[in-house]
């Protein structure tokens, strides 16, 4: 089984800034590794991904810009960079990895999943 592990959670105001880690293991067996969230009342939604193969990346329209995603390989740790946030971006937010090919940004796409990290931004 693959773990993953997050952290770098916390709470900023609006505008801050804050960076995700997540630790994987057996990251040599993935193909994505990425961050969804889940606010309350609200879907589980997909935010970014990497595509550990290559350079690529994929992102939802509403981090476009604001988010990114990047990866150390020699510590096979994913990160999470969110500048510019809003309160809307509070939220659990959950690193994911699987080993298929498919749907970035798909949720069911998904075995791995992590515990979670609270981001809660103020106005």
């Known amino acids: 089984a693959v773990n993953v592990v997050e952290s770098g959670g916390g709470s900023v105001q609006t505008g801050g800034s804050l960076r995700l880690s997540c630790a994987a293991s057996?990251?040599?067996?993935?193909?994505?590794v990425g961050w969804f969230r889940h606010a309350p009342g609200k879907e589980r939604e997909g935010v970014a991904a990497?595509?550990?193969?290559?350079?690529?990346?994929y992102s939802a329209d509403s981090v476009e810009g604001r988010f990114t995603i990047s990866r150390d390989t020699a510590k096979n740790t994913v990160y999470l960079q969110m500048n510019s946030l809003k309160p809307e971006d509070t939220a659990m937010y959950y690193c994911?990895?699987?080993?298929?090919?498919?749907?970035?940004?798909?949720?069911?796409?998904?075995?791995?999943w992590g515990q979670g990290t609270q981001v809660t931004v103020s106005s």
């Open positions: 994911v990895a699987k080993s298929s090919f498919a749907w970035p940004l798909q949720k069911e796409s998904y075995k791995y």
């Open positions: 057996r990251y040599s067996s993935l193909t994505y």
């Open positions: 990497s595509l550990l193969s290559s350079a690529s990346t």
